[in-house]
């Protein structure tokens, strides 16, 4: 009897079986690789898959004025973003952006289209009510973050000295970045544990952050804004470039304003121009002129050499080397005192000082003692040395230039210490803008004597005669004796001094009789008139009337 063939459904069955046995022998092989070989990588992974570091950013410091008013703060806002790859609706998602936050749909749905990136800002710093607008749509692919933003809810006031702060919370200029690390703080990190579906479930490590320290500077909000106000009419009657004033407690180096016109606000920094953003009290040289005649009479009575009553035949014009210098009115010769060489502000009668009694060296010397020639620790970026020509540098005429304030470049704050110098008694005292610093002592303020006390005084009796019936007679302030000085110099440039432009200048000091304010004002390139006298001392006495009276400081002199 023949055999009969193996059942087709038998086969069928040992091949299913077979196909079993592989089956379970692969995942059995896999399995052991996992485990064995690659466990330790899967577990890292694992670890990062459910296990996120987040940054907790720590805010910025608020800075102050002397009298407790803000000067800068940090304000929340939310950031929006968008997952290009999660986004379902990359028209309908710009559409509402632009809706709810005012952003340029056209700009952002090209960035939504791209599917290469998975994070693009929709809107960096929005208005956090805006950005809830459109939170609460629930698009796929949005989302945000909190932030902090940097304002100025003072405006333009002080935007000079303050400076700004960038989109990071950065300081970029000024004492924003001056004093960055005390500001900014320090930011802290937190570990979170989250779900499959991302939802965070506990925190595991963290890491708080550290706010900033808030920061209470000398300036007063209100001197500030009256001397940029000042500045701003001075600068349109004149026509001028620019001008610069600095209000200073020459008792203590505390700076009460310091101000630049034409000004600018922090909060739109971006689309100011960097030669408008600067501090050109502290980063910006000129010559001076005149005011640095009070450095060449200061020396000459420490040298014991004369006296305020002292008297010389002076000529209208003076040769020295290879030049001829005039005083700035025609005149006859005339017998002038000390005194009336200041009062008059005659560039003879100061240049015939230094020359016999002083020269090269001696005047270098006091040049330096006075503070120019090197920073005056202010505690500001960019703060200028100014330039002095060392006595070896010197040529012939140079003994006819530097007691007059020309072939010097000085900074305002230099020269608004050194007359602080003369109105305090003869101390040399580093200014400085920042008062103290949050849970910090008190800034104590280096100084050091530069003049005898009786000295000084023979200087402020001098410089009152400036403003009684000298070049300043419109620095003068009703029921207050001022004491000060003009100065009028031509601006240098590349191939010697440039015809027409001058800088107009006046610093002094009120009430004389016990100065409690030193006021500096200086205009660049005005039109029409160019003496100091004439364009910066109305400045000042606006300043310095408006101050007195904000101030409550009692009149010292006859109205």
Not at 373 to 378: E, N
């Amino acid at each position: 009897m023949a055999r009969r063939g193996r059942s087709p459904v038998n086969r069928r069955i040992r091949l299913l079986l077979a196909i079993l046995v592989l089956a379970f022998a692969s995942l059995l092989g896999r399995s052991v690789w996992l485990q064995a070989v690659r466990a330790s990588a899967l577990s890292r992974l694992a670890a990062r898959q459910h296990h996120e570091t987040v940054t907790l950013p720590a805010s910025r410091g608020t800075i102050f004025d002397r009298m407790g008013v803000q000067l800068a703060i940090g304000e929340q806002a939310t950031t929006v973003y968008a997952d290009p790859q999660q986004v379902r609706d990359p028209r309908l998602v710009a559409q509402a952006a632009q809706q709810t936050l005012g952003v340029s749909a056209s700009k952002l749905y090209p960035l939504l289209l791209d599917k290469t990136k998975s994070f693009v800002y929709v809107e960096r710093q929005a208005d956090p009510q805006l950005a809830s607008r459109l939170l609460v749509k629930k698009l796929a692919g949005i989302g945000s973050y909190p932030e902090e933003k940097r304002t100025y809810p003072q405006g333009n006031v002080a935007a000079h000295v303050l400076g700004y702060a960038g989109i990071d919370n950065n300081g970029l200029a000024g004492l924003e970045l001056q004093l960055d690390q005390t500001l900014a703080g320090r930011a802290g990190t937190e570990t979170v544990v989250k779900d499959a579906l991302d939802h965070p479930i506990d925190v595991v490590d963290e890491h708080p952050a550290r706010d900033g320290h808030d920061v209470f500077l000398t300036i007063d909000h209100t001197i500030q804004a009256e001397a940029e106000a000042v500045l701003k009419k001075t600068v349109a009657q004149w026509h001028a470039k620019s001008a610069t004033a600095i209000v200073l407690d020459p008792q203590t180096g505390a700076v009460l304003a310091m101000a630049d016109a034409p000004g600018f606000w922090s909060q739109n920094f971006g689309s100011t121009p960097p030669s408008v953003t600067r501090n050109t009290a502290v980063t910006d040289v000129y010559e001076p002129g005149s005011t640095f005649k009070l450095v060449t009479v200061a020396g000459v009575l420490s040298e014991h050499a004369v006296t305020p009553q002292t008297k010389f035949t002076l000529p209208y014009s003076i040769h020295v080397a290879d030049r001829v210098i005039h005083d700035a009115e025609v005149r006859g010769t005339q017998t002038m005192s000390v005194a009336r060489i200041l009062a008059q502000s005659s560039n003879v009668g100061a240049i015939t000082l230094a020359e016999r009694f002083l020269g090269p060296d001696k005047l270098t010397s006091w040049i330096e003692r006075f503070g120019f020639g090197r920073a005056t620790g202010i505690g500001f970026p960019g703060e200028s040395d100014g330039f002095v020509l060392p006595p070896s540098k010197w040529s012939g005429s140079t003994i006819g230039n530097v007691p007059i304030g020309q072939g010097v470049a000085v900074t305002p704050i230099q020269m608004a210490c050194a007359y602080a110098a003369v109105a305090n008694g003869g101390w040399l005292v580093q200014p400085h803008l920042v008062d103290r610093i949050a849970g910090e002592a008190p800034v104590v303020t280096p100084r050091h004597r530069i003049l005898a006390p009786g000295v000084a005084r023979q200087l402020n009796a001098m410089l009152q005669n400036v403003v009684l019936d000298g070049t300043g007679t419109l620095a003068a302030v009703p029921g207050y004796k001022v004491a000060g000085k003009t100065g009028t110099a031509q601006i240098p440039d590349a191939h010697g001094y440039s015809t027409g432009k001058y800088t107009a200048s006046f610093v002094g000091m009120v009430p004389a009789s016990k100065p409690r304010l030193l006021i500096l004002v200086k205009v660049t390139e005005p039109q029409g008139q160019i003496f100091g006298g004439v364009v910066a001392a109305p400045a000042f006495a606006q300043i310095a009337a408006y101050d007195l009276q904000y101030l409550e400081v009692p009149p010292d002199g006859k109205s």
